[in-house]
């Protein structure tokens, strides 16, 4: 069998959240079955693929306590504070978020 040709992500974000999910998975953080259950039922809601991975991760996470979703709302808007805050070319931190820590 041939590799696909050309990327295998479209975006970055994709490869590190696939990253994140086996990660976890090996580490026995989260349940191989019933994450690809949460997957399947995300994508099932008519979610592209990879968001529908995002969304699956998160649900997960925000069940198990180790990453409760009005943290992971509240550090997004953060990083989207911060990148817009922050001079085109320069790397993006938190210490840009023009609302502070």
Known sequence: ?????????DE???ADVFALAVALQDAGTLD????????GARLET????WDAWLAALEQLLD??????????EERTGAW???AAATPH???VTLDADPLGP
């Open 12 to 14: 970055p974000w994709q």
């Open 1 to 9: 069998m041939n590799p696909p040709e050309g990327p295998v992500f």
């Open 32 to 39: 191989r079955q019933e994450f690809a259950e949460t997957l």
């Open 89 to 91: 070319g320069s790397p």
């Open 63 to 72: 069940g198990l306590g180790v990453a409760r979703h009005d943290a992971v």
């Open 46 to 49: 008519g979610l592209d693929y």
């Open 80 to 82: 989207l504070r911060a």
